[in-house]
């Protein structure tokens, strides 16, 4: 009897011990799970903007805007219905090409990673280049000057210095219907989540 009355001030204490401990580990999780949640939110968001085109700068055409240390225009935008045998097409699609001419004002090896040039409706449709290379005498028929440009990438890779002028070009297979509403968008992943939305000329 007098053991059993002498045990319980000790099975009191340790459960009072360990519901102190509990409380403690519940009052770390209430700071640690917040901190934890807002440094991996950080990274999510951080990413989220370095991927995502959120802020425009409308670029009127004919117009040059500064961009990821450049002066960047719209150099050419051909449509292609067809009217040539060889460059039979269905009959709700167009070719679109768009090359783009920047002028370098400073170090861009950073900035321009992930160059990324598309065109966007005016509903919100984007559309992404062909990643194809066209036969030569298809090509001298779509060209502007009968030869392609490089790619948004391709020079991006080259790493040009400031005060090199660059062209670069992508060509789109679109809906005729979006032909109306459709400007040419580029970006960079250094400075994304901002990026240049070109009026063509009418």
Request: with cysteine.
């Amino acid at each position: 009897m007098g053991a059993d009355e002498g045990g319980k001030p000790g099975v009191e204490a340790a459960v009072r011990k360990e519901a102190r401990q509990r409380r403690w580990s519940l009052a770390a999780l209430a700071v640690v799970l917040p901190l934890a949640f807002a440094v991996e939110s950080h990274g999510s968001i951080a990413d989220l903007a370095q991927s995502s085109e959120l802020l425009a700068s409308e670029v009127p055409s004919g117009a040059v805007a500064p961009y990821a240390g450049a002066r960047w225009r719209l150099d050419t935008y051909k449509v292609v219905t067809g009217g040539d045998p060889l460059l039979a097409m269905p009959e709700d699609r167009a070719l679109v090409v768009v090359r783009l001419g920047a002028e370098i004002t400073e170090n861009v090896d950073e900035l321009w990673q992930i160059c990324r040039l598309s065109l966007v409706d005016g509903e919100g449709r984007r559309f992404m280049p062909l990643f194809l290379a066209l036969p030569g005498n298809v090509e001298r028929l779509v060209e502007p000057d009968g030869r392609s440009a490089p790619s948004c990438g391709s020079v991006a890779l080259s790493k040009p210095k400031p005060g090199a002028q660059v062209l670069m070009e992508e060509k789109f297979l679109v809906a005729r219907a979006a032909l109306p509403s459709l400007a040419p968008v580029v970006s960079t992943m250094g400075a994304r989540p901002r990026y240049l939305r070109f009026r063509p000329p009418s």
